[in-house]
């Protein structure tokens, strides 16, 4: 069971847009940044959004991020066959003293 | 550019221990704190440990935080001569099979920022 909680899955077609939450609690999401990563298949994770909605330098801008409150969205644009991937959410948790990610997101692209 | 690069990683029976290396280049490791990540087979990514950069402690003094999981078992530690964070993994159970990574982060400090760069993995298989 994870700290922060994600669907296990979303699709959505070529073109399309798809949104992606994570929802935690007052002492992790609530307190502190969220980050983003990537893991396309066979690969390793990578970095996609931090300090909730800043892009790393060369990261498309289909790619965006939000928080509101003790939650966060991933939101992607303009959806192409190249982002099925597992996508997740992490953050600091203050009362656990612990890095928490999601349970993760696997995108299809239909 | 930034490069991590994993080792050690294999087949080790349970109870045994394993130390597994992350070399890393391309930026002044001894600035940053640094992550190890695992992933069990088709499962979600989870933190294993944090280290600060030397000298560096948390408001709470310390240098290092572990997952409950792997607390009291696992031990992280630094070379910053060469340029390498480690992980000795002693008692090891079947659980703790998995993809390990480890990454680095934008500061130096605890608690970290976000895991900004990753290595490719090292594998683990814990079996009899």
Same mark, same amino acid.
């Given at each position: 069971?994870? &700290?922060?909680?994600?669907?296990?899955?979303?699709s959505?077609?070529?073109?399309?847009?798809?949104?992606?939450?994570?929802?935690?609690?007052?002492?992790?999401?609530?307190?502190?940044?969220?980050?983003?990563?990537?893991?396309?298949?066979?690969?390793?994770?990578?970095?996609?959004i931090?300090?909730?909605?800043?892009?790393?330098?060369?990261?498309?801008?289909?790619?965006?991020?939000?928080?509101?409150?003790?939650?966060?969205?991933l939101?992607?644009?303009?959806?192409?066959?190249?982002?099925?991937?597992?996508?997740?959410?992490?953050?600091?948790?203050?009362?656990?003293?612990? &890095?928490?990610?999601?349970?993760?997101?696997?995108?299809?692209?239909? | 550019?930034?490069?991590?690069?994993?080792?050690?990683? /294999? $087949? $080790?029976?349970? /109870?045994?221990?394993?130390?597994?290396?992350?070399?890393?280049?391309?930026?002044?490791?001894?600035?940053?704190?640094?992550?190890?990540?695992?992933?069990a087979? /088709?499962k979600?990514?989870?933190?294993?440990?944090?280290i600060?950069?030397?000298?560096?402690?948390?408001?709470?003094?310390?240098?290092?935080?572990?997952?409950?999981?792997?607390?009291?078992?696992?031990?992280?530690?630094?070379?910053?001569?060469?340029?390498?964070?480690?992980?000795?993994?002693?008692?090891l159970?079947?659980?703790?099979?998995?993809?390990?990574y480890?990454?680095?982060?934008?500061?130096?400090?605890?608690?970290?920022?976000?895991?900004?760069?990753?290595?490719?993995?090292?594998? $683990?298989?814990?079996?009899?």
């Amino acid at each position: 069971q994870s &700290v922060l909680t994600q669907p296990p899955s979303v699709s959505a077609a070529a073109g399309q847009t798809v949104t992606i939450s994570c929802s935690g609690g007052t002492s992790n999401i609530g307190m502190n940044y969220v980050s983003w990563y990537q893991q396309l298949p066979r690969t390793a994770p990578k970095l996609l959004i931090y300090d909730n909605d800043m892009r790393p330098s060369g990261m498309p801008d289909r790619f965006s991020g939000s928080k509101s409150g003790t939650s966060a969205t991933l939101v992607i644009t303009g959806l192409q066959t190249g982002d099925e991937a597992d996508y997740y959410c992490g953050t600091w948790d203050r009362s656990l003293s612990a &890095v928490v990610f999601g349970g993760g997101t696997k995108l299809t692209v239909l | 550019q930034v490069q991590l690069v994993e080792s050690g990683g /294999g $087949v $080790v029976q349970p /109870g045994r221990s394993l130390r597994l290396s992350c070399a890393a280049s391309g930026f002044t490791f001894s600035s940053y704190a640094m992550y190890w990540v695992r992933q069990a087979p /088709g499962k979600g990514l989870e933190w294993v440990a944090v280290i600060s950069s030397n000298g560096v402690l948390s408001a709470d003094g310390r240098n290092k935080q572990y997952a409950d999981s792997v607390k009291g078992r696992f031990t992280i530690s630094r070379d910053d001569s060469k340029n390498t964070l480690y992980l000795q993994m002693d008692s090891l159970r079947v659980e703790d099979t998995a993809a390990y990574y480890c990454a680095k982060d934008p500061t130096g400090q605890l608690p970290p920022e976000y895991l900004q760069h990753w290595g490719h993995g090292t594998l $683990v298989i814990v079996s009899s």
